[in-house]
């Protein structure tokens, strides 16, 4: 599958789709229905600011079948830039929504990344939740490169229908874009942090915050020593970068 040109917009050469929530997992239904693969990824950011070097990480996010904003501050510069989104399309609430449409449809998910005790904690909130039947697998993220294949070949096995990647980026981007070809599951994403929340690890940023574009502040305030440098630092490149990209462009 993949999105035509007029739902996206580009920012700071990565293109980003329109799309709101609700048209993301109809798009996502009707794509599983049909049996056509979607790589889904959000970006953020830090993602966008981090993709300008890596290029490893821009091919993997730039193949994508949907790209969402995660990020409140995506959708500002898309605003700024005078390409606007439609809405923040945060990772954790797709992955939230689809786990209810995978109980709704009969469909199995697979669940990789975070420590052992917190995957497994996931694995048995959703088994409460939907039933047991619903988790066809589920791995912790901790691995050695060499692992990837047959851990790939693991999934493919289990006939997930979905599958959740919570690895730090880039190296969830980059392990899905390298074997999703052997996964073969009809949907994949990269949920970041997610399992941590869902967990009751971490908890999540209050609404408000999450409204105001808060939500960074929030984990940075949870986990200081490992994001201060992630967020203060790749917010400022990020800002820096979209006035460039504005006023470049006004100069033409």
């Known amino acids: 599958m993949k999105t035509a040109t007029n739902t996206r917009v580009n920012i700071l050469g990565i293109p980003v789709d329109k799309y709101t929530m609700a048209e993301t997992i109809q798009l996502i239904d009707e794509s599983i229905a049909s049996r056509i693969p979607v790589h889904h990824v959000v970006v953020n950011a830090a993602k966008l600011v981090n993709a300008q070097k890596d290029l490893q990480l821009k091919q993997s996010i730039v193949n994508c079948d949907i790209i969402n904003p995660d990020g409140q501050s995506v959708v500002w510069a898309s605003k700024f830039l005078g390409k606007p989104l439609k809405e923040r399309v945060a990772g954790i609430d797709v992955m939230s929504n689809l786990v209810a449409l995978a109980h709704e449809r009969k469909y199995k998910i697979f669940l990789l990344g975070a420590k052992e005790e917190i995957v497994k904690a996931v694995a048995d909130i959703y088994g409460k939740q939907y039933g047991e039947g619903i988790v066809a697998g589920y ?55 997610s399992f941590d929340v869902i967990s009751g690890m971490t908890k999540r940023a209050p609404d408000w915050m999450q409204r105001s574009g808060l939500e960074w502040f929030y984990r940075v305030y949870q986990e200081p020593r490992r994001l201060w440098k992630r967020y203060f630092v790749t917010n400022s490149v990020f800002i820096y970068m979209i006035f460039k990209e504005r006023f470049s462009f006004s100069k033409k």
Request: hydrophobic fraction near 35%; avoid cysteine.
């Open 139 to 193: 791995r912790n993220g901790y691995y050695k490169k060499e692992d990837e294949e047959s851990i790939a070949r693991q999934i493919a096995d289990s006939g997930a229908h979905m599958l959740f990647v919570a690895i730090t980026s880039p190296k969830k981007e980059i392990f899905l874009n390298t074997y999703k070809d052997v996964i073969k599951t009809p949907f994949i994403m990269g949920v970041g942090g």
